[in-house]
Nanobody
Framework: QVQLVESGGGLVQPGGSLRLSCVAS????????MAWYRQAPGKERELVAS???????NYADSVKGRCTISRDNAKTTVYMEMNSLKPEDTAVYYC???????WGQGTQVTVSS
Protein backbone atom coordinates (compact mmCIF):
# COMPACT_ATOMS: atom_id res chain seq x y z
CA GLN A 1 0.00 0.00 0.00
CA VAL A 2 1.36 3.38 -1.03
CA GLN A 3 1.56 6.18 1.50
CA LEU A 4 2.16 9.87 0.73
CA VAL A 5 3.70 12.36 3.13
CA GLU A 6 3.89 16.05 2.24
CA SER A 7 6.15 18.68 3.77
CA GLY A 8 7.49 22.13 3.08
CA GLY A 9 4.47 24.31 3.69
CA GLY A 10 4.54 27.39 5.87
CA LEU A 11 3.96 31.10 6.13
CA VAL A 12 5.56 33.23 3.43
CA GLN A 13 5.25 36.84 2.37
CA PRO A 14 3.79 37.78 -1.01
CA GLY A 15 6.44 37.39 -3.66
CA GLY A 16 8.21 34.70 -1.69
CA SER A 17 8.97 31.10 -2.53
CA LEU A 18 8.38 27.66 -1.09
CA ARG A 19 9.35 24.15 -2.07
CA LEU A 20 6.87 21.40 -1.29
CA SER A 21 7.92 17.77 -1.11
CA CYS A 22 5.89 14.58 -1.27
CA VAL A 23 7.52 11.30 -0.37
CA ALA A 24 5.79 8.18 -1.62
CA SER A 25 6.45 4.91 0.14
CA UNK A 26 5.25 1.43 -0.61
CA UNK A 27 5.08 -0.97 -3.51
CA UNK A 28 5.67 0.58 -6.94
CA UNK A 29 5.69 4.04 -5.42
CA UNK A 30 7.96 5.43 -8.11
CA UNK A 31 5.98 4.42 -11.20
CA UNK A 32 2.80 6.41 -10.90
CA UNK A 33 1.76 9.69 -12.42
CA MET A 34 1.50 12.15 -9.54
CA ALA A 35 -0.13 15.48 -8.89
CA TRP A 36 -0.43 18.40 -6.49
CA TYR A 37 -3.87 19.73 -5.61
CA ARG A 38 -4.85 22.56 -3.31
CA GLN A 39 -7.94 23.54 -1.39
CA ALA A 40 -8.55 27.02 -0.08
CA PRO A 41 -11.13 27.71 2.65
CA GLY A 42 -14.63 27.60 1.22
CA LYS A 43 -13.44 26.45 -2.19
CA GLU A 44 -13.28 23.15 -4.02
CA ARG A 45 -10.06 21.21 -4.31
CA GLU A 46 -8.29 22.07 -7.55
CA LEU A 47 -5.44 20.63 -9.57
CA VAL A 48 -2.26 22.68 -9.41
CA ALA A 49 0.20 20.56 -11.36
CA SER A 50 0.84 17.00 -12.44
CA UNK A 51 3.80 14.97 -13.61
CA UNK A 52 3.86 11.65 -15.41
CA UNK A 53 6.13 8.76 -14.56
CA UNK A 54 8.45 9.90 -17.36
CA UNK A 55 8.40 13.55 -16.38
CA UNK A 56 5.74 15.09 -18.60
CA UNK A 57 4.22 18.05 -16.74
CA ASN A 58 0.98 19.96 -16.73
CA TYR A 59 0.03 23.13 -14.83
CA ALA A 60 -3.09 25.05 -13.93
CA ASP A 61 -3.26 28.41 -15.67
CA SER A 62 -3.21 30.14 -12.30
CA VAL A 63 0.31 28.89 -11.51
CA LYS A 64 1.94 28.65 -14.94
CA GLY A 65 5.29 30.38 -14.94
CA ARG A 66 5.40 30.44 -11.15
CA CYS A 67 5.46 26.75 -10.23
CA THR A 68 7.66 23.88 -11.27
CA ILE A 69 6.81 20.26 -10.53
CA SER A 70 9.56 17.67 -10.64
CA ARG A 71 10.25 14.17 -9.41
CA ASP A 72 13.10 12.00 -8.26
CA ASN A 73 12.05 8.44 -8.94
CA ALA A 74 15.04 7.03 -7.09
CA LYS A 75 13.81 8.78 -3.96
CA THR A 76 10.14 8.34 -4.92
CA THR A 77 9.71 12.02 -4.20
CA VAL A 78 7.76 14.70 -6.03
CA TYR A 79 8.58 18.36 -5.54
CA MET A 80 6.80 21.55 -6.35
CA GLU A 81 8.77 24.77 -6.39
CA MET A 82 6.49 27.78 -6.01
CA ASN A 83 7.73 31.29 -6.71
CA SER A 84 6.19 34.76 -6.76
CA LEU A 85 3.58 33.54 -4.31
CA LYS A 86 0.34 35.48 -3.99
CA PRO A 87 -2.22 35.63 -1.16
CA GLU A 88 -4.60 33.68 -3.39
CA ASP A 89 -2.16 30.77 -3.32
CA THR A 90 -3.06 30.27 0.34
CA ALA A 91 -4.46 26.76 0.70
CA VAL A 92 -3.80 23.28 1.95
CA TYR A 93 -1.71 21.51 -0.66
CA TYR A 94 -2.21 17.79 -1.21
CA CYS A 95 -0.12 15.23 -3.00
CA UNK A 96 -2.10 12.74 -5.08
CA UNK A 97 -1.72 9.58 -7.13
CA UNK A 98 -4.66 9.74 -9.53
CA UNK A 99 -4.59 6.11 -10.66
CA UNK A 100 -5.19 4.74 -7.18
CA UNK A 101 -6.89 7.82 -5.74
CA UNK A 102 -4.32 8.11 -2.99
CA TRP A 103 -3.95 11.35 -1.04
CA GLY A 104 -1.50 12.69 1.47
CA GLN A 105 -2.50 14.49 4.63
CA GLY A 106 -1.81 17.92 3.18
CA THR A 107 0.52 20.77 4.03
CA GLN A 108 -0.64 24.32 4.74
CA VAL A 109 0.69 27.19 2.64
CA THR A 110 -0.16 30.68 3.83
CA VAL A 111 0.87 33.73 1.84
CA SER A 112 0.47 36.87 3.90
CA SER A 113 2.34 39.99 4.92
Amino acid sequence: QVQLVESGGGLVQPGGSLRLSCVASGRNAGIYNMAWYRQAPGKERELVASISAVGRTNYADSVKGRCTISRDNAKTTVYMEMNSLKPEDTAVYYCNIPLINKWGQGTQVTVSS
